[in-house]
């Protein structure tokens, strides 16, 4: 039974910093991707970053510059450092997975397995 499973997440003031991290479990596929997804209230859930198992990843382009997230492919683990934090940046992060997507990418619909999401709040 696959799962994903988060930390991290808080209040924060603007241009602050927060770490978080994300562990998938219960898979044996080598070819997956972990992603950050975010939705603010009264907007749709967006991707705002992903990796792949090969080493590829993804950021949209409003946290480029500011966000960096790097992976523990053996452990099936993902960290999102975030910087420079914004009031825009407020939402509740979600971590998912995907096996064996070709060509991969950071489209919601292609992730299968979700964690129950993070708070990131920030405001002053």
């Known amino acids: 039974q696959v799962q994903v499973t988060e930390s991290g997440g808080g209040l924060v003031q603007p241009g602050g910093s927060l770490r978080l991290s994300c562990t998938a479990s219960?898979?044996?596929?080598?070819?997956?991707?972990i992603g950050w997804f975010r939705q603010a209230p009264g907007k749709e859930r967006e991707g705002v970053s992903c990796?792949?198992?090969?080493?590829?990843?993804y950021y949209t382009d409003s946290v480029k510059g500011r966000f960096t997230i790097s992976g523990d492919f053996a452990k099936k683990t993902v960290t999102l450092q975030i910087n420079m934090l914004k009031p825009e940046d407020t939402a509740v992060y979600y971590c998912a997975t995907t096996m064996g997507i070709v060509p991969w990418s950071c489209i919601e619909r292609q992730y299968d397995y979700w964690g129950q999401g993070t708070q990131v709040t920030v405001s002053s």
């Open positions: 990796i792949h198992s090969n080493g590829a990843s």
């Open positions: 219960g898979f044996t596929d080598d070819y997956y991707a």
